[in-house]
């Protein structure tokens, strides 16, 4: 099986705008989880998808929002973009009934 | 406050010794643990995992110890090996449902030829 895929790998944004990250999970698995790691905070959980509803959310402000589609795949997307939205941003699918969740490459975003 | 906590910043090992890597937690509704290994830039590969009813998980030179009176868990590699040289990150989950992690900060394992 091919693990999780995520575009693009590396971005460069200014402050004020918007992006918008993609995430491919395992086949088969349909919770997909979002994260964001930096320097100071670590590795923090953003929110997680499944069946197309956000099941649940960490404590991030409105700006970070996402969706998932009926084929599992997910995007997250950040409004008016902040210095410190620079980060490591990483998508993370489970299968049913499973514990373990997989973790894609990351997408490295870098905020001008 | 910090529910998952891996207080050594670093840990420097000769090749063929054991790496023992430390983790505590606070938060007793966690109930399944897990260990991953990261390299800068990449996302984090999954090593091993416990369920909160075993004290114990091997897999090859990975082995897992839980100890949940002491809500403390441990990474016990053997034997170490150059290629084990990353950061090791421990997670715990199940207060929120295994689809929400919670991680600690990291150990820089350095093994050493």
């Known amino acids: 099986k091919a693990g999780v895929t995520q575009t693009p790998r590396y971005l460069i944004k200014t402050r004020g705008q918007q992006v918008t990250l993609s995430c491919s999970p395992i086949?088969?698995?349909?919770?997909v989880s979002w994260y964001q790691q930096t320097p100071g905070q670590g590795l923090q959980f953003l929110f997680e998808?499944?069946?197309?509803?956000?099941?649940n959310k960490g404590n991030f402000p409105g700006r970070f929002s996402g969706r998932q589609f009926s084929n599992s795949r997910s995007e997250m997307n950040v409004s008016t973009l902040e210095l410190g939205d620079s980060a490591l941003y990483l998508c993370?699918?489970?299968?049913?009934?499973?514990?373990?969740?997989?973790f894609g490459p990351g997408t490295r975003l870098l905020v001008l | 406050d910090q529910q998952v906590k891996q207080n050594s910043p670093s840990l420097s090992v000769q090749e063929g010794r054991i790496s023992i890597l430390n983790c505590d937690y606070t938060?007793?509704?966690?109930?399944?643990f897990l260990w991953y290994k990261k390299y800068p830039a990449e996302g984090p590969t999954f090593l091993i995992s416990?369920?909160?009813?075993?004290d114990k998980n091997e897999d090859g030179r990975f082995t897992v110890f839980l100890n949940k009176s002491a809500k403390h868990l441990s990474l016990h590699i053997v034997p170490s090996q150059p290629g084990d040289s990353a950061v090791y990150f421990c997670?715990?989950?199940?207060?929120?449902?295994?689809?929400?992690?919670?991680f600690g900060k990291g150990t820089m394992l350095l093994v050493s030829p």
């Open positions: 086949s088969g698995h349909r919770s």
């Open positions: 416990i369920s909160s009813i075993k």
């Open positions: 993370a699918s489970r299968g049913d009934s499973q514990e373990t969740q997989y």
């Open positions: 997670a715990a989950s199940g207060d929120s449902g295994y689809s929400t992690l919670t």
């Open positions: 938060n007793s509704m966690f109930d399944y």
């Open positions: 998808y499944f069946s197309e509803t956000q099941r």
